[in-house]
């Protein structure tokens, strides 16, 4: 039995087979080979493998979602198969006498310069498709390849790291728990994991041994331990665990239908964060009162274009309609920073957390901006809708996002297309928004408090370097007055207010917000039942 | 040999999925099918050559097809063309 240790994100107990994820290699090796033919014999197996799994991803595609979303997969083959493509690589290795791997790196670089260099924001995103195929064959080729549509049952996730887009691409049902050997408790795969109800660990001191692949292990969320071939003392132990685990779970549910009232009667909103449409089961099951945050960033994530406003429009009415009357604030477009989808075309930033994101990106991308407003505003007609606004700084800003939400109005208006009323709203997650909370409040009908980027802002540490841990104290003093100095102004000028960020499911800090006269929380669904028993008890 | 002249229509011009599409297409004949917008050349059977030319919407393309299916392979890809691009 291998012990290694983590920090965990959400407790609870996973028992099963370890799937190890690993990316790609970056760093591709250059060497001389001796058979040219058997080298080119060995790029043909390995296209002839990615083209299987291509087909496979193209037929689970066009089953799970749809022929049109599947057809990228195809063209993807088409890639791989293309003579040019091929005649290069073949080149590399025939004449140069150099190894497949190298051939395919180089002819993959070559051919996304050239997507690049036709100048048509279309045709470079190209080159993203390119090197994508590459790096499939050039994975399989020195061994390192273990795809994530591969996995028979459902797994604990091994992983450096995973990124948002690599996240969303497995499948709920095949999941028990991700270990990943960095990340934060802010990461957004700590967020995912809480979101699913995985027990999970990151800053895990363990290897990225492909030996553990398909290991038997356990992961315990409440000691931050994951146990690789357990032995049977540990196994039967943590079985016991699981099952008292279970048991207080159920106990929660018990509280499914109470109001979430204090003592003395003061009532806070408990609403719920979600990613996408396939959440609201959770908010439902776990009796949430609302949707506090509809993170609709996940609707352009892992995904090659734009969501159409048809698509968007869908997702937003089926949460919307699922909730029947109760408030859906959705929040626009939040990508930037940890987020990026390669279609974007962001430039390359420096200080990406400063930079280029969110609501930046929409009032630069006005029709972008436009299309998801339509969306939502024409999903509104179905129950409840809100929308909230990320990343503000500036009362200008407000003003500049009400005119284009009348001009998208006066659109539906013109084409006789409903639409109910909305509320609008802010994060406030910039010192900023803070500091002119007054102004911003006169502007807007609701603040909600993103606290992880609020923190992050305030102390100047970066949520994804996990050298800064021990200078983080997520109950800094500067954080809470900012979120006290927030609801102070809010409540002046007319305005509720509430947090959606991490520290809303803080439960050694629900008393304290509830005395600063917060109105609302927005927690992961599996956390509600556990605040609200917590609420309940507050005098 | 056959030739084909075609006005895109489409407002992406031929992008990534016609071109598949194309490249589909093309590589079910025996004929040699070549596409020119005037600035380029490509084989049809070709992706990354066809998607490299960047053909835009309201370019006339010309297709030349060559061969002992060219009979059956001209109007099928003139179709094509009207339907898809």
């Given at each position: ?22 990316k ?7 060497y ?33 979602i ?9 063209m ?15 080149g ?8 497949a ?12 310069a ?6 048509d ?7 993203v ?35 948002p ?45 492909m ?70 089961d ?10 506090g ?24 009415k ?74 503000i ?26 639409f ?26 609701f603040?909600?408090?993103?606290t ?6 305030t ?60 109105d ?20 | ?18 071109a ?37 919407q ?28």
């Amino acid at each position: 039995m291998i012990t290694c240790q983590g920090k965990s994100v959400f407790s609870g107990v996973a028992i099963g087979k370890i799937f190890v994820y690993k990316k790609a290699e970056n760093t591709v090796e250059k060497y001389q080979i001796e058979d040219p033919a058997a080298e080119f014999e060995r790029f043909k197996a390995a296209q002839a493998k990615a083209i299987t799994q291509l087909q496979a991803l193209y037929e689970k595609t066009c089953k799970d979602i749809g022929e049109e979303e599947a057809m990228i997969f195809e063209m993807h083959q088409q890639l791989l198969e293309d003579l040019d493509y091929v005649e290069s690589i073949q080149g590399i290795i025939e004449n140069d006498k150099l190894n497949a791997e190298y051939a395919v790196f180089v002819t993959a670089e070559q051919f996304a310069a050239m997507f690049i260099a036709m100048n048509d924001e279309y045709m470079s995103g190209r080159a993203v498709d390119v090197k994508d195929v590459s790096e499939r064959v050039i994975s399989i080729l020195n061994g390192s390849q273990v795809s994530a549509e591969a996995m028979p049952e459902p797994v604990i996730i091994l992983a450096e790291d995973l990124a948002p887009s690599e996240t969303v691409q497995f499948e709920k049902d095949k999941l028990l728990a991700f270990v990943t050997q960095k990340g934060s408790a802010n990461s957004h795969t700590a967020i995912l994991a809480r979101m699913m109800n995985l027990p999970s660990l990151v800053t895990t001191d363990i290897e990225l041994n492909m030996e553990y692949h398909d290991k038997m292990a356990i992961v315990d969320g409440f000691t931050g331990k994951i146990y690789i071939e357990p032995d049977e003392v540990t196994m039967a132990e943590m079985k016991e665990k699981q099952k008292r685990a279970e048991e207080r779970r159920r106990m929660l549910q018990t509280l499914k239908g109470l109001p979430t009232v204090t003592k003395s009667g003061k009532h806070v909103h408990l609403y719920a964060n979600i990613g996408g449409v396939e959440d609201v089961d959770a908010v439902l099951e776990n009796d949430c009162e609302g949707i506090g945050l509809f993170r609709s960033e996940f609707l352009y994530l892992g995904r090659e274009d734009y969501p159409s406003e048809e698509e968007q429009f869908e997702a937003y009415k089926t949460v919307i309609s699922r909730m029947a009357g109760k408030k859906v604030i959705i929040r626009t477009l939040d990508i930037g920073a940890d987020k990026q989808a390669d279609y974007f075309n962001i430039a390359k930033e420096e200080n990406p957390a400063l930079g280029f994101r969110a609501i930046r990106i929409c009032l630069e991308r006005v029709d972008m901006f436009k299309t998801q407003l339509r969306a939502i505003y024409r999903a509104s007609a179905y129950g409840k809708a809100s929308i909230m606004f990320p990343m503000i700084i500036s009362v200008s800003e407000i003003i500049r996002i009400k005119e284009i939400v009348e001009e998208v109005k006066e659109e539906l208006r013109q084409n006789d297309i409903p639409f109910g009323d909305v509320e609008l709203g802010i994060m406030v997650e910039t010192p900023a928004a803070v500091m002119i909370s007054d102004q911003l409040a006169a502007e807007v009908e609701f603040f909600s408090i993103g606290t992880n980027d609020l923190t992050q802002y305030t102390l100047a540490i970066d949520r994804q370097n996990q050298a800064l841990e021990p200078f983080y104290d997520a109950h800094h003093d500067a954080v809470l007055r900012m979120i006290q100095k927030t609801i102070e102004n809010a409540h002046a000028h007319g305005a509720w207010c509430g947090i959606c960020g991490e520290l809303g499911a803080d439960m050694e800090l629900t008393r304290r917000f509830v005395q600063m006269g917060i109105d609302e929380l927005s927690v992961s669904p599996p956390f509600t039942l556990e605040l609200r028993k917590k609420i309940r008890e507050i005098d | 040999m056959k030739e084909i002249k075609y006005v895109v229509t489409d407002p992406l011009g031929i992008h990534a999925r016609p071109a598949g599409l194309i490249v589909k297409m093309a590589a079910g004949y025996k004929s040699a099918i070549t596409i020119d917008n005037g600035a380029k050349k490509a084989d049809a059977k070709r992706i990354m050559a066809v998607m490299s030319m960047g053909i835009k919407q309201g370019q006339e393309i010309t297709v030349t097809v060559d061969g002992e299916d060219e009979d059956v392979a001209a109007p099928a890809i003139e179709t094509f063309l009207k339907e898809n691009c």
